[in-house]
């Protein structure tokens, strides 16, 4: 309990040191719709109904976002709105789960360095600190407030991972249980649950010690849990539907169908050798394979098939999230390059134990180590990944530094050789990926939060219609529109429609071009802001957002106090 207790006070300090100026390290526009998505589930009460009406594209928009993490807040919402009233019910809830959360992270992060260190009391308090003052990135998830839903994917990473350290059948369940729910949340650590399913199930197939009763766990809870978890969280509808982003049929048939093949190959051949044991798994799941080719064949060209290239080159090209790791570099976060770096020498120096935990056949060490490596290589590649790796691989640090403690002489060489590569690496990479100064263009205003929080009471007396804005700015008051208002695009890969819209009406300096992408609107918004001189006022976008008219948008608000601009459009007249 005391190495709880430590880990937690430590957490607390380094969520605190995020919150104390207000802003959040991770503040981003997923808590944004987060916030939207679960203000429409109060309002309408439709569990399975992920249409959020106030956004059309002209359609309406269908968000891929597991009800899994909704439900804590909106449980605790309902139990306290009769005592604080909506809002402020709304507020507490978005505030008080992630501590809950990181509570429990905090336990399964502790349990699971003990484990991997196998000795009783080879983790001390020290390690325990260590540790947590080196994962900032991944306990940001956990800052008040935070609600978007990668907190919940790293509880449920570290639920996982203690499991497998269980190594028991006890541990198979909840490690099934974990995989199963983290694919529900959100397919991005579904390569993590490759990982250790293909982990217990080769540790089977090889016949080592424990791993029977695991393997069997570990199926049979996958088997059973992911239909029920498809039925409670989306419905029996889309249960049938193909949805290649989000948790639905293809996913729903291969996590179902692996759950069935290895509990009845790990059930019916417990005394076969390791090719007819290979075999009992490797012939049946090829054929899995084959019937989910061809039964989802959309789903081989992968999740964003809505983004076409023009999309690509001026939206999600642009995401950093989407970007290698030397994009830290190029934009000077030296707080991901250091922390990317600590962990690259803990990896390091943690091979040598492992390498030595393989060969006296400790499975449990290998999966995990297996996992940390993983996420940390897919954040070199994509720094969407950067909150995860730290999480999992520290988890090693209590039992290297025991083994410094100890002069174990090739924990200490691998440590020293990491260090030095890491250092010098990492200072030739900064020599070579010098920072860039943010040189913005139309794109990037018309894509940035420039304006958030306005007031939009002065569309209350406003005809019901469709409003185009920049993503950023329709995406800050959606959820606050009169009724039967709209806005057309926010940055997600599901809006595509909206944003080809978006760009089309704000960038294009052709008339036809603007027409058309503005026919299926009403008004448009735009704020006012000081956009640079390089920047030509040959977009309508540039030329609003400067205080300007244009043809066929006639200024109906204009706010002095926050800059926001509302025009009807008058679409005979629009050039």
Request: charge should be positive; charged fraction near 15%.
């Amino acid at each position: 309990m005391t190495l709880v207790v430590t880990a937690f006070a430590v957490a607390a300090l380094l969520v605190a040191f995020d919150v104390m100026d207000g802003r959040f390290y991770y503040r981003d526009i997923d808590d944004l719709l987060r916030s939207l998505q679960i203000r429409t589930l109060l309002d309408r009460g439709s569990w399975y109904d992920l249409t959020i009406p106030a956004i059309r594209m002209p359609e309406v928009y269908l968000s891929p976002w597991s009800r899994l993490v909704d439900l804590p807040y909106v449980v605790l919402t309902q139990l306290t709105q009769p005592f604080l009233g909506r809002e402020r019910a709304l507020a507490f809830a978005f505030h008080v789960w992630q501590p809950v959360m990181l509570a429990g992270f905090c336990w399964l992060a502790v349990a699971t360095m003990q484990r991997i260190a196998g000795e009783a009391g080879l983790v001390r308090p020290v390690h325990v600190i260590a540790a947590f003052v080196m994962m900032p990135l991944s306990l940001w998830e956990f800052s008040p407030g935070r609600i978007d839903h990668h907190n919940v994917q790293l509880l449920l990473l570290m639920l996982a991972l203690y499991g497998v350290s269980l190594w028991s059948a006890a541990g198979g369940m909840l490690a099934g249980l974990a995989c199963v729910l983290s694919v529900a949340v959100g397919l991005e650590l579904a390569p993590v649950v490759l990982i250790v399913m293909l982990g217990v199930g080769a540790a089977w197939v090889f016949g080592l010690a424990g791993s029977g009763p695991v393997q069997r766990a570990l199926s049979a809870s996958v088997a059973v849990v992911m239909p029920a978890a498809a039925l409670l969280l989306i419905g029996p509808g889309e249960m049938l539907a193909t949805r290649c982003d989000a948790f639905s049929a293809p996913y729903l048939a291969a996590l179902t169908g692996y759950g069935a093949i290895s509990f009845a190959a790990a059930h019916f051949v417990r005394e076969a050798r390791p090719v007819a044991r290979l075999a009992a798994v490797v012939v049946p799941g090829g054929l899995l394979a084959l019937l989910l080719a061809f039964g989802f064949p959309t789903c081989l060209r992968g999740p964003f098939q809505m983004i076409d290239a023009k999309l690509h080159a001026l939206w999600l090209d642009r995401v950093r999230q989407e970007k290698t790791f030397l994009d830290f570099y190029a934009a000077g976060e030296t707080i991901k390059v250091v922390c990317l770096g600590l962990i690259a020498i803990v990896a390091t120096a943690a091979l040598p134990l492992v390498w030595r935990r393989t060969r006296r056949g400790e499975v449990p060490v290998v999966i995990i180590y297996a996992v940390a490596v993983a996420l940390f290589l897919f954040t070199l590649l994509q720094t969407r990944f950067i909150r995860f790796p730290g999480a999992c691989v520290l988890l090693f640090l209590p039992v290297v530094w025991a083994e410094i403690a100890r002069r174990n002489v090739a924990v200490a060489r691998a440590t020293t050789a990491a260090t030095l590569v890491v250092l010098v690496g990492g200072y030739g990479l900064y020599r070579l990926v010098p920072a860039e100064p943010f040189r913005p263009d139309v794109i990037d205003y018309l894509t940035f939060d420039t304006c958030t929080g306005v007031d939009v009471n002065a569309l209350a007396g406003l005809p019901p219609g469709r409003i185009m804005a920049p993503s950023s700015l329709g995406l800050d008051i959606a959820g606050r529109l009169p009724e039967g208002m709209s806005v057309g695009a926010i940055s997600f890969h599901r809006a595509a429609p909206g944003l080809k819209r978006m760009f089309d009406l704000f960038v294009s300096t052709e008339s036809a071009v603007r027409r058309e992408a503005a026919a299926p609107f009403d008004y448009v918004a735009v704020c006012r802001y000081p956009i640079v001189g390089y920047v030509p006022n040959d977009t309508l976008y540039a030329t609003l957002a400067r205080g300007g008219d244009w043809p066929g948008l006639v200024r109906i608000v204009d706010s002095p106090k926050d800059g926001f601009q509302l025009f009807r459009i008058d679409h005979q007249a629009l050039r």
